[in-house]
Protein backbone atom coordinates (compact mmCIF):
# COMPACT_ATOMS: atom_id res chain seq x y z
CA UNK A 1 0.00 0.00 0.00
CA UNK A 2 1.02 3.54 -1.11
CA UNK A 3 2.35 5.80 1.95
CA UNK A 4 0.14 8.18 2.61
CA UNK A 5 0.95 12.15 4.68
CA UNK A 6 -1.31 14.79 5.60
CA UNK A 7 0.30 18.55 5.58
CA UNK A 8 -1.81 21.77 6.92
CA UNK A 9 0.13 24.88 6.03
CA UNK A 10 -1.08 28.60 6.00
CA UNK A 11 -0.38 31.65 3.86
CA UNK A 12 -1.12 34.85 3.46
CA UNK A 13 -2.47 36.24 -0.16
CA UNK A 14 -0.93 38.33 -2.09
CA UNK A 15 -4.12 39.76 -3.66
CA UNK A 16 -7.03 42.20 -2.13
CA UNK A 17 -9.84 39.73 -1.69
CA UNK A 18 -13.09 41.74 -3.17
CA UNK A 19 -15.43 42.99 -0.42
CA UNK A 20 -19.39 43.12 -0.57
CA UNK A 21 -20.21 39.75 -2.03
CA UNK A 22 -21.92 36.95 -0.50
CA UNK A 23 -20.18 34.91 -3.34
CA UNK A 24 -16.84 32.66 -2.74
CA UNK A 25 -13.94 35.57 -3.41
CA UNK A 26 -13.12 35.13 -7.33
CA UNK A 27 -9.73 34.42 -6.76
CA UNK A 28 -10.05 31.80 -4.24
CA UNK A 29 -13.06 30.35 -6.63
CA UNK A 30 -10.07 30.18 -9.22
CA UNK A 31 -7.94 28.45 -7.20
CA UNK A 32 -10.91 25.90 -6.43
CA UNK A 33 -11.85 25.37 -9.51
CA UNK A 34 -8.60 23.72 -10.65
CA UNK A 35 -7.24 22.47 -7.57
CA UNK A 36 -10.46 20.21 -7.61
CA UNK A 37 -9.45 18.80 -10.76
CA UNK A 38 -6.18 18.56 -10.54
CA UNK A 39 -6.35 16.48 -8.01
CA UNK A 40 -9.03 14.07 -8.83
CA UNK A 41 -5.88 13.48 -11.27
CA UNK A 42 -3.50 13.10 -8.86
CA UNK A 43 -5.25 11.36 -5.74
CA UNK A 44 -4.98 14.15 -3.81
CA UNK A 45 -7.85 15.16 -1.13
CA UNK A 46 -7.97 17.72 1.62
CA UNK A 47 -9.99 21.36 2.61
CA UNK A 48 -9.23 25.19 2.15
CA UNK A 49 -10.20 27.69 4.30
CA UNK A 50 -9.98 31.48 3.43
CA UNK A 51 -10.26 34.14 5.94
CA UNK A 52 -8.86 37.47 6.23
CA UNK A 53 -7.05 37.14 3.38
CA UNK A 54 -5.22 33.76 4.82
CA UNK A 55 -5.34 30.54 3.73
CA UNK A 56 -5.34 27.37 5.81
CA UNK A 57 -5.08 24.05 3.82
CA UNK A 58 -5.30 20.54 4.58
CA UNK A 59 -3.65 18.54 1.95
CA UNK A 60 -3.46 14.35 1.82
CA UNK A 61 -2.37 11.60 -0.34
CA UNK A 62 0.73 10.22 -1.42
CA UNK A 63 4.11 11.45 -0.58
CA UNK A 64 5.27 12.42 -3.58
CA UNK A 65 1.92 14.19 -5.33
CA UNK A 66 1.42 16.58 -2.04
CA UNK A 67 5.31 16.85 -1.94
CA UNK A 68 5.08 17.75 -5.76
CA UNK A 69 1.93 19.91 -4.96
CA UNK A 70 3.48 21.71 -2.05
CA UNK A 71 7.10 22.50 -4.46
CA UNK A 72 4.10 24.17 -6.93
CA UNK A 73 2.21 26.10 -4.18
CA UNK A 74 5.57 27.47 -2.77
CA UNK A 75 6.07 29.25 -6.37
CA UNK A 76 2.49 30.28 -6.22
CA UNK A 77 2.52 34.36 -7.01
CA UNK A 78 -1.26 34.35 -5.09
CA UNK A 79 -0.13 34.07 -1.85
CA UNK A 80 3.16 34.15 0.02
CA UNK A 81 4.69 33.78 3.43
CA UNK A 82 4.00 29.41 3.52
CA UNK A 83 4.28 28.47 7.11
CA UNK A 84 4.22 24.48 7.36
CA UNK A 85 2.02 23.53 10.51
CA UNK A 86 1.85 19.81 10.21
CA UNK A 87 3.18 17.14 8.29
CA UNK A 88 2.12 13.95 9.49
CA UNK A 89 1.99 10.40 8.07
CA UNK A 90 -1.75 9.15 7.73
CA UNK A 91 -2.97 5.47 7.71
CA UNK A 92 -6.01 6.35 5.63
CA UNK A 93 -7.24 9.73 3.91
CA UNK A 94 -10.33 11.94 6.32
CA UNK A 95 -11.22 14.25 3.29
CA UNK A 96 -11.70 11.14 1.08
CA UNK A 97 -14.78 12.58 -0.50
CA UNK A 98 -13.00 15.99 -0.91
CA UNK A 99 -10.89 16.53 -3.71
CA UNK A 100 -10.73 19.96 -2.51
CA UNK A 101 -13.37 20.88 0.13
CA UNK A 102 -14.23 24.72 0.73
CA UNK A 103 -15.81 25.83 4.24
CA UNK A 104 -17.56 28.95 4.09
CA UNK A 105 -18.16 28.47 8.02
CA UNK A 106 -18.07 32.21 8.77
CA UNK A 107 -20.38 32.23 12.11
CA UNK A 108 -18.84 29.39 13.22
CA UNK A 109 -15.17 29.78 12.69
CA UNK A 110 -16.25 33.77 13.87
CA UNK A 111 -17.31 32.03 17.36
CA UNK A 112 -14.33 29.73 17.74
CA UNK A 113 -12.10 32.77 17.26
CA UNK A 114 -14.10 34.64 19.68
CA UNK A 115 -13.61 31.59 22.53
CA UNK A 116 -9.98 31.15 22.03
CA UNK A 117 -9.84 34.98 21.94
CA UNK A 118 -9.07 36.16 18.73
CA UNK A 119 -10.17 39.13 16.82
CA UNK A 120 -9.61 37.99 13.21
CA UNK A 121 -8.57 34.83 11.26
CA UNK A 122 -4.87 35.40 11.59
CA UNK A 123 -3.24 31.44 11.70
CA UNK A 124 0.01 32.69 11.99
CA UNK A 125 -1.19 33.45 15.50
CA UNK A 126 -2.64 29.68 16.43
CA UNK A 127 -0.88 27.41 18.83
CA UNK A 128 -1.20 23.84 18.87
CA UNK A 129 -4.97 23.60 20.13
CA UNK A 130 -6.18 25.93 18.46
CA UNK A 131 -4.83 24.44 14.96
CA UNK A 132 -6.74 21.34 16.15
CA UNK A 133 -9.79 22.88 16.96
CA UNK A 134 -9.56 24.61 13.20
CA UNK A 135 -9.16 20.65 11.56
CA UNK A 136 -12.10 19.93 13.63
CA UNK A 137 -14.48 22.09 12.50
CA UNK A 138 -13.35 22.27 9.23
CA UNK A 139 -13.59 18.06 9.17
CA UNK A 140 -17.05 18.62 10.27
CA UNK A 141 -16.71 18.41 13.93
CA UNK A 142 -15.10 15.06 13.60
CA UNK A 143 -11.59 13.95 14.66
CA UNK A 144 -9.35 13.44 11.34
CA UNK A 145 -7.18 10.24 11.82
CA UNK A 146 -4.47 10.52 13.99
CA UNK A 147 -1.20 10.56 12.15
CA UNK A 148 2.83 10.06 12.82
CA UNK A 149 4.89 12.96 12.70
CA UNK A 150 7.36 13.39 9.39
CA UNK A 151 9.92 15.47 9.06
CA UNK A 152 13.40 16.27 10.48
CA UNK A 153 12.04 16.35 13.89
CA UNK A 154 10.76 12.90 13.15
CA UNK A 155 13.86 11.35 11.54
CA UNK A 156 16.10 13.15 13.96
CA UNK A 157 13.91 11.23 17.26
CA UNK A 158 13.85 7.61 14.65
CA UNK A 159 17.76 8.13 14.23
CA UNK A 160 18.42 8.27 17.75
CA UNK A 161 16.06 5.47 18.70
CA UNK A 162 18.10 3.80 16.07
CA UNK A 163 21.35 3.95 17.44
CA UNK A 164 20.33 3.64 20.87
CA UNK A 165 18.64 -0.12 19.61
CA UNK A 166 21.91 -0.69 17.80
CA UNK A 167 23.88 0.18 21.16
CA UNK A 168 21.55 -2.10 23.73
CA UNK A 169 22.13 -5.07 21.39
CA UNK A 170 25.88 -4.52 21.32
CA UNK A 171 25.69 -4.59 25.31
CA UNK A 172 23.62 -7.89 25.31
CA UNK A 173 26.33 -9.46 22.55
CA UNK A 174 29.28 -8.48 25.04
CA UNK A 175 27.29 -9.52 28.61
CA UNK A 176 26.73 -12.68 26.53
CA UNK A 177 30.44 -13.33 25.71
CA UNK A 178 31.45 -12.77 28.92
CA UNK A 179 29.28 -14.58 30.83
CA UNK A 180 30.16 -17.50 28.31
CA UNK A 181 33.70 -16.34 29.11
CA UNK A 182 33.14 -16.95 32.82
CA UNK A 183 30.98 -20.06 32.03
CA UNK A 184 34.53 -21.60 30.02
CA UNK A 185 37.00 -20.68 32.73
CA UNK A 186 34.58 -22.07 35.71
CA UNK A 187 34.17 -25.04 33.74
CA UNK A 188 37.94 -25.97 33.54
C1 LIG B 1 -3.91 28.78 -1.47
C2 LIG B 1 -3.73 27.94 -2.68
C3 LIG B 1 -4.14 26.62 -2.68
C4 LIG B 1 -3.98 25.82 -3.80
N1 LIG B 1 -4.37 24.50 -3.75
C5 LIG B 1 -4.16 23.72 -4.81
C6 LIG B 1 -4.53 22.35 -4.78
O1 LIG B 1 -5.06 21.82 -3.81
N2 LIG B 1 -4.30 21.61 -5.91
C7 LIG B 1 -3.74 22.14 -7.04
O2 LIG B 1 -3.54 21.41 -8.01
N3 LIG B 1 -3.40 23.43 -7.09
C8 LIG B 1 -3.60 24.23 -6.02
N4 LIG B 1 -3.26 25.55 -6.09
C9 LIG B 1 -2.72 26.08 -7.36
C10 LIG B 1 -1.27 25.73 -7.53
O3 LIG B 1 -0.45 26.65 -6.84
C11 LIG B 1 -0.89 25.78 -9.01
O4 LIG B 1 -1.24 27.03 -9.57
C12 LIG B 1 -1.60 24.73 -9.81
O5 LIG B 1 -1.50 23.48 -9.19
C13 LIG B 1 -0.96 24.64 -11.21
O6 LIG B 1 -1.64 23.69 -11.93
P1 LIG B 1 -1.14 23.25 -13.40
O7 LIG B 1 0.25 22.68 -13.20
O8 LIG B 1 -2.14 22.22 -13.83
O9 LIG B 1 -1.16 24.49 -14.23
C14 LIG B 1 -3.42 26.37 -4.97
C15 LIG B 1 -3.01 27.71 -4.98
C16 LIG B 1 -3.17 28.48 -3.87
C17 LIG B 1 -2.74 29.92 -3.90
Redesign the pocket.
Known amino acids: MASLIRIVYI?RSTFTPAVGTNDIEPNVAR?LA??RV??RK?G?V?V?YFGDGN?F?C?EGEYSAVDT?YA??QK?P??KDLKMLSRKSIKRLSFVDWA?KFVPLEAQMNQLLKQHGHQSFDPYQFDAEMVRQVMLLLHGNQQVDDGVEDGPQFNHRHRVQHRLNVAAVAMSAIALTLSATALAVALQ
Do not use: A
Open positions: SIKSNNNLGLFQLLKLDRHM
